[in-house]
């Protein structure tokens, strides 16, 4: 297994999507689908000799920078993988562009689950291995965070990093290397460590689905889209599954692995200590707070207007849009974008023309940091809160001393608050120019801006529910798809990765 270190990371992703062109070839074999099993199986054989090929000659390649090495395979990963992913997805559909496919790849690789095409259009196999690529995507976010992210205190990490002193703020070659020199071993670890979690608990999820009714395509394909949080469905969503509201039920449990990453990082202990520290984590009690207040809000509004329609005692039509608000809530707050079948009933009790926007709202705020969840993370918005707080005490109390959460408090309430502040100014000016790229490929002002918080967070059903009607993607012209696969792309990696690639340190010798 380490000798496999001695490739670069980006000829490993190629040799895992290769191998994973497989599964979709069974799968057709079975229902005898020769088309598709004839298209994944000469896609991924031609894939895995491409791969071996480069990876003799690239084998014990030496980069002089490891950090900027995996970062730049990162951004390479989400612009170069959707070509190759796309050659079998062409090949099988045979009746859309090569362009289409590339999009669906794009919005499959980075789990944001905007799709192109009618779930009839493509047949099961085809629809799985879009769950796949997704599924593949997520497992992706979850090693490269912890390998990657963390030690360079990027996709959130950097709001809980101890700020340094101005004279360290530029780092040495010594330092850079002690710090960063082993993040090929951190990348074999966490692999060997979360891989078998990943697939644990969609195999778990997988077979529930299944005991609830579900048809097995359907729920691996289910399965893999709410592990990884891209909303990917073979029937259109949760409207049309046969698992019911007992389906539905566990998908919910499942959702809480996009608030926190103390649901399945390794180190902090299991039953009990694992329970404690998820309580305690302050994504996680942002997440509850949101699960609690706009369900409730919504859930009132409901009940007072069917006070009005004289619809009290329908106690079945008050538990359908209680329980459409929460699992909805807490599906757009993970930015998979599933809708419970119960919407229907929430939206129909509601006073709003467009209920939608709440959920928009949810999807910018977004799930855990180094989890598959996509927005701008639950850790940032609660540094933000918590600075908003302690100033609006300063203006009760100017000469007051805050000093609760000790030096971890003040580091978020300060430096934390700060970077946050920065990184959602960020967010906000992607949101600006994207909006502006696409009015200018002849969207209007509504499709523009669902659209860009569709892809910059990571949401593709927000096109659904976001807008007064739904948005198709399909009926989008060309040149804003190619400016929304760039926003996908963007809101996967985040604009702190690409200004981190700017920072002159790492390109020097």
């Not at 329970?275 to 305690?280: E, G, H, K």
């Given at each position: 297994?380490?000798r496999?270190?001695?490739v670069?990371?980006?000829?490993i992703?190629m040799?895992?999507?290769?191998?994973?062109?497989?599964?979709?070839?069974?799968?057709a074999v079975?229902?005898?689908?020769?088309?598709?099993?004839?298209?994944?199986?000469?896609?991924?054989?031609l894939?895995?000799?491409?791969?071996?090929?480069?990876g003799?000659?690239?084998?014990?390649?030496?980069?002089?920078?490891?950090?900027?090495?995996?970062?730049?395979?990162?951004?390479?990963?989400?612009?170069?993988?959707?070509?190759?992913?796309?050659?079998?997805?062409?090949?099988a559909?045979?009746?859309?562009?090569?362009?289409n496919?590339?999009?669906?790849?794009?919005?499959?690789?980075?789990?944001?689950?905007?799709?192109?095409?009618?779930?009839d259009?493509?047949?099961?196999?085809v629809?799985?291995?879009?769950?796949?690529?997704?599924?593949?995507g997520?497992?992706?976010?979850?090693?490269?965070a912890?390998?990657i992210?963390?030690?360079?205190?990027?996709g959130g990490?950097?709001?809980?990093s101890?700020?340094?002193?101005q004279g360290?703020?530029?780092?040495?070659?010594?330092?850079?290397?002690?710090?960063?020199?082993?993040?090929?071993?951190?990348?074999l670890?966490?692999?060997?460590q979360?891989?078998?979690?990943?697939i644990g608990?969609?195999?778990?999820?997988?077979i529930?689905?299944?005991?609830?009714?579900?048809?097995?395509?359907?729920?691996?394909?289910?399965a893999m889209?709410?592990?990884?949080?891209?909303?990917?469905?073979?029937?259109?969503?949760?409207?049309?599954a046969?698992s019911?509201?007992?389906?539905?039920?566990?998908?919910?449990?499942?959702?809480?692995?996009?608030l926190?990453?103390?649901?399945?990082w390794?180190?902090?202990?299991?039953?009990?200590d694992r329970?404690?520290?998820?309580?305690?984590d302050?994504?996680?009690r942002?997440?509850?707070?949101?699960?609690?207040?706009?369900?409730?809000a919504?859930?009132l509004?409901?009940?007072?207007?069917?006070?009005?329609?004289?619809?009290?005692?329908?106690?079945?039509a008050?538990?359908?849009?209680?329980?459409?608000?929460?699992?909805?809530?807490?599906?757009?707050?993970?930015t998979t974008?599933?809708?419970?079948a119960?919407?229907?009933?929430?939206?129909s009790?509601?006073g709003?023309?467009?209920?939608?926007?709440?959920?928009m709202?949810?999807?910018l705020?977004?799930g855990?940091?180094?989890?598959?969840?996509g927005?701008?993370?639950?850790?940032?918005?609660?540094?933000?809160y918590?600075?908003?707080?302690?100033?609006?005490?300063?203006?009760?109390?100017?000469?007051s001393?805050?000093?609760?959460?000790?030096a971890?408090?003040?580091?978020i309430?300060?430096?934390?608050a700060?970077i946050a502040?920065?990184?959602?100014?960020?967010f906000?000016l992607?949101?600006?120019?994207?909006?502006?790229?696409?009015?200018?490929?002849?969207?209007?002002f509504?499709?523009?801006?669902?659209?860009?918080?569709a892809?910059?967070?990571?949401?593709g059903?927000?096109?659904?529910v976001?807008g007064?009607?739904?948005?198709l993607?399909?009926?989008?012209p060309?040149a804003?798809?190619?400016?929304?696969?760039g926003?996908?792309?963007?809101?996967?990696?985040?604009?702190?990765?690409?200004i981190?690639l700017?920072?002159?340190?790492f390109w020097?010798?």
């Open positions: 297994m380490r496999i270190l001695d670069p990371l980006i000829v992703l040799g895992i999507s290769a191998l994973m062109m497989y599964l979709p070839v069974f799968h079975t229902v005898r689908d020769w088309l598709a099993a004839r298209s994944f199986f000469y896609s991924g054989t894939l895995l000799t491409l791969t071996i090929f480069i003799i000659a690239t084998y014990h390649l030496k980069a002089r920078n490891l950090a900027r090495s995996h970062l730049l395979a990162l951004l390479i990963t989400y612009t170069l993988m959707p070509v190759l992913l796309a050659l079998p997805f062409y090949e559909v045979r009746t859309t562009s090569f362009f496919a590339w999009f669906e790849m794009v919005a499959s690789l980075t789990t944001t689950g905007a799709t192109l095409f009618e779930p259009r493509l047949s099961e196999s629809h799985l291995w879009r769950a796949t690529v997704g599924w593949m997520g497992l992706f976010i979850w090693v490269t912890g390998a992210l963390a030690p360079l205190n990027l990490f950097e709001v809980t101890i700020a340094r002193g360290d703020a530029r780092l040495t070659r010594e330092m850079h290397h002690a710090r960063f020199g082993d993040s090929r071993e951190r990348l670890k966490l692999a060997l979360m891989g078998p979690v990943y608990l969609t195999l778990t999820l997988w529930g689905l299944v005991i609830c009714g579900e048809r097995p395509l359907v729920a691996i394909c289910h889209s709410i592990l990884s949080t891209s909303g990917i469905s073979p029937v259109g969503g949760l409207e049309a046969q019911g509201l007992m389906g539905e039920a566990l998908i919910f449990l499942f959702f809480g692995f996009a926190t990453r103390k649901t399945f390794a180190g902090y202990g299991w039953g009990v329970m404690r520290a998820i309580l305690r302050v994504e996680a942002m997440g509850f707070f949101c699960l609690i207040i706009l369900p409730a919504l859930f509004r409901h009940w007072i207007g069917a006070f009005e329609v004289d619809d009290v005692a329908d106690l079945r008050a538990f359908g849009a209680l329980w459409g608000a929460v699992f909805t809530t807490l599906s757009f707050l993970s974008g599933f809708s419970s119960e919407w229907a009933v929430t939206q009790w509601s709003l023309e467009t209920p939608g926007t709440v959920m709202g949810l999807a705020v977004g855990g940091v180094a989890t598959t969840a927005g701008v993370k639950l850790l940032r918005v609660y540094a933000l918590r600075h908003g707080h302690r100033e609006m005490e300063r203006l009760v109390l100017p000469h001393v805050g000093g609760e959460g000790g971890f408090g003040r580091h309430r300060r430096e934390g700060y502040w920065i990184f959602f100014m960020l906000a992607s949101l600006t120019a994207v909006s502006a790229m696409l009015a200018a490929a002849g969207l209007n509504e499709q523009s801006i669902v659209l860009s918080l892809a910059l967070s990571t949401t059903p927000v096109a659904q976001g007064e009607v739904p948005i993607y399909a009926s989008i060309d804003a798809k190619a400016v929304l696969a926003a996908m792309v963007l809101g996967r990696v985040e604009a702190l990765v690409i981190a700017l920072n002159p340190e020097r010798n």
